[in-house]
Structure formats: C-alpha cells, structure tokens
C-alpha cells in the first residue's frame, strides 16, 4: 500500500508560481510512474504531467512550456514547478503513483491540494 502525501498549494496571483511536492509513504521501492492531475470545479480530472523513474516526461498542451515535472528517485519525491499560473489553472492538484507502470487500478491517488490563481 502507498499513501501520497502532497504539499505546496495555494493562493498566488496571475503569472506567479508555486512548487508541488508529493511523498508517499510506505513505500522502500523504486515507482514507476508518479504524476499530477488536476480537476477544476464541474470538471473531469485531467492529467497534468507524469514522468517515469528513468525520466521520460509527458505533459499536457496546456501546461507546456510553463510547468517542469521532476523527480528524486532515492525518495521516492516528485515535484511540480509551476511558473506563469493562469487563473484556468485554478484546481485541485491530485498526486498519482503508478508502481509498475499497469494504469487505472493498478495506481494510488494523494488526497489533493487547492491551487488557485487569482487577483
């Protein structure tokens, strides 16, 4: 069983950033995929970015060139530097853990993190 642990949300003003991290716990074994989702008020959880133990990266067209996923593998710790935040960004921020790379079912879920961009 692995718990995800996610801090680093917030309240942050148009065009600033934040940084998310997401530990999880319970874990001594190198995972595979980790990841961020978001879901936006009345909205379908939608995938942010993931990035693999080797560093393979995979980021949404609406994040690119904004957010930089990233990873410490010796912790198991994944992070999302996000920079020129949006008000669309506004959401709450999900951690993903796919151990073995098996998808839906197979993966665990952090409990979120409230990211609004507003004036």
């Known amino acids: 069983q692995v718990r995800l642990v996610e801090s680093g949300g917030g309240l942050v003003q148009p065009g600033g950033s934040l940084r998310l991290s997401c530990a999880p716990s319970?874990?001594?074994?190198?995972?595979?995929?980790m990841g961020w989702y978001r879901q936006a008020p009345g909205k379908l959880r939608e995938l942010v970015a993931t990035?693999?133990?080797?560093?393979?990266?995979n980021y949404a067209d609406s994040v690119k060139g904004r957010f930089t996923i990233s990873r410490d593998n010796a912790k198991n710790t994944v992070y999302l530097q996000m920079n020129s935040l949006k008000p669309e960004d506004t959401a709450v921020y999900y951690c993903?853990?796919?151990?073995?790379?098996?998808?839906?079912?197979?993966?665990?879920w952090g409990q979120g993190t409230q990211v609004t961009v507003s004036s």
């Open positions: 319970g874990s001594t074994f190198t995972i595979y995929v």
């Open positions: 990035i693999t133990s080797g560093g393979r990266t």
């Open positions: 993903n853990a796919d151990p073995y790379g098996l998808g839906p079912g197979h993966d665990y």
